[in-house]
């Protein structure tokens, strides 16, 4: 018979490798996944009842908040308030951090960024969400925590994951000693093992971007694009063009299959679009420890130094080989050295 290991044994099983920790971090991971079953029910369900459409509010970002954000954001909360190992959590629905002040979180000593539904916008068309998250230790010993607590670089993240909620549901995540995916078990309600030491391919034929903007990017991204749809057998091309819209569901499919996702700035999200704390670093974390990479066009999104919550950058991640190719790209722009398209040139 075929050994079955959910994520709570699994979680269990490797907190052998961090011989100093006294479980709090496991805890912590047990809670998301708590959180993450009862986000999928709701999700699930979201076609059957009356929970679509804009609560008439907006988020800190100024965008439209479906119900469905409002409720993940609150389960994942509420989660992590009981379980008592975090203290903090920083949330792309809330403009300042969530201080937890439950009495057994009095101690705790995670801060948690999330964003608690990824690609809301496609709740309402049955098109996967995720939920997104990052796990950082306070770097103070006790008292209230501070903002430089939480805006810490990507490299000092202890743990970080991704639900997505597709045509089965997943959760991934790493804690910097490889990457594991497991799918939830509807009939027996439990994360299962399915996906151990995940490794992304060294390159691939795939490229994922919103390609509706393309007049509005820089000229090294509407170069590499045109790379993309070039014809040339050695090198497999023209690459397939996939876009999900949903950051999880992107991620997830070029995470197992290779290829790249791009999200650049934008001549009108200057900055990028996509937020460091809560969806660029934990997702830069995972394919790195995947074996790929993840930069802004210059530098690692991982040593990147936040200087506030809501902070965008944007963001080239996926396959080596093909980040690699994409910065050949805006350096040629920056010497003015047009790069050949075919392997022949
Ligand atoms: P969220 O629903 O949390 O605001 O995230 C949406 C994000 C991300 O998931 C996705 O990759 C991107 O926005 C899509 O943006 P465009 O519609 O501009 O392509
Ligand atoms: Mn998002
Ligand atoms: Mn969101």
Do not use: W
Request: hydrophobic share 35%; with cysteine; aromatic share 8%.
């Amino acid at each position: 018979m075929t050994k079955v290991t959910t994520l709570g044994q699994f979680i269990i099983e490797k907190q052998a490798d961090f011989p100093y920790a006294k479980g709090e971090l496991s805890r912590l991971l047990r809670d998301v996944g708590i959180a993450a079953k009862i986000v999928n029910r709701e999700v699930n369900k979201a076609g059957l009842v009356n929970i679509l459409g804009d609560t008439g509010t907006t988020n800190v970002q100024g965008e439209g908040q479906k119900k469905l954000d409002v409720y993940a954001d609150e389960q994942f909360i509420s989660a992590l308030s009981s379980g008592g190992e975090c203290c903090v959590v920083a949330s792309e629905e809330h403009d300042e951090c969530v201080s937890i002040k439950s009495e057994i979180s009095r101690n705790a000593k995670y801060i948690v960024c999330i964003d608690p539904l990824d690609g809301s916008s496609n709740t309402d068309v049955n098109v996967s969400v995720g939920t997104i998250f990052s796990i950082y230790r306070r770097t103070a010993a006790d008292g209230p925590v501070q903002l430089e607590e939480i805006l810490q670089e990507g490299t000092k993240q202890v743990a970080a994951g991704y639900v997505i909620y597709g045509s089965s549901t997943m959760l991934v995540y790493t804690t910097g000693k490889g990457v594991n995916g497991f799918t939830l078990d509807p009939s027996i309600g439990e994360f299962c093992l399915s996906h151990p030491n995940m490794r992304i391919p060294k390159n691939g034929t795939i490229y994922s971007i919103n390609e509706g903007n393309y007049v509005k990017f820089p000229q090294g991204v509407k170069d590499y694009i045109k790379y993309c749809q070039v014809e040339d057998k050695a090198t497999s091309r023209p690459f397939t063009s996939r876009y999900i819209g949903s950051m999880a569901a992107d991620i997830h499919r070029t995470l197992i299959k290779g290829g790249i996702f791009l999200y650049p700035t934008t001549s009108s999200h200057p900055d990028g679009k996509l937020r460091l704390m809560y969806e660029c670093n934990p997702m830069a974390f995972i394919v790195e420890q995947a074996g790929g990479k993840a930069t802004d066009g210059s530098g690692r999104i991982l040593e990147i130094h936040p200087e506030h919550l809501h902070q965008r950058t944007p963001i080239f991640i996926g396959s080596t080989e093909m980040v690699d190719k994409v910065e050949e790209f805006f350096q040629a722009v920056d010497v003015a050295v047009p790069i050949p398209v075919t392997a022949a040139g």
